[in-house]
């Protein structure tokens, strides 16, 4: 038993031998590549996904109210946007230069619709109502 044993280490020393000449070839090619072709960092392209907020986002960080002055101050073109995906997003860079020149928050006077005409003699709901005189 002890001949095999040793037969056995004996085996294995010598792959391990070899796996070491293989190691001390290979980072002799790796270095000699390395001289041929160094390595230039990569330069990493900016996310364009990652400087477009949602709404939400940019009114949080003007610290307004999304619904009313958000929408205020892209209807009247003093906050650019742009589509992605199919939905309206706020460059980054808008809302810091939005945020550092400061902007006007006054609202716009809504658009009120004009009162439907009414054929002749007809008379509304309220009309019936106010004529039951209770």
Do not use: W, Y
Request: no cysteine; aromatic share 0%; charged share 30%.
């Amino acid at each position: 038993m002890s001949s095999s044993r040793s037969a056995l280490l004996s085996a294995i020393e010598g792959i391990h031998e070899e796996l070491r000449a293989i190691n001390a070839t290979l980072t002799t090619i790796a270095s000699a590549l390395e001289k041929r072709h160094p390595k230039t960092p990569t330069r990493r392209r900016p996310n364009p996904h990652a400087q477009l907020l949602s709404q939400r986002e940019a009114a949080r960080r003007l610290g307004v109210d999304r619904n009313t002055t958000l929408v205020s101050l892209i209807q009247t073109g003093q906050l650019r946007t742009v589509k992605a995906n199919g939905k309206r997003k706020v460059p980054a860079t808008e809302v810091e230069r939005l945020a550092q020149e400061g902007f006007d928050s006054t609202m716009p006077e809504p658009r009120r619709r004009a009162p439907r005409p009414r054929p002749a003699g007809s008379r509304s709901p309220g009309d019936g109502i106010r004529a039951l005189k209770l």
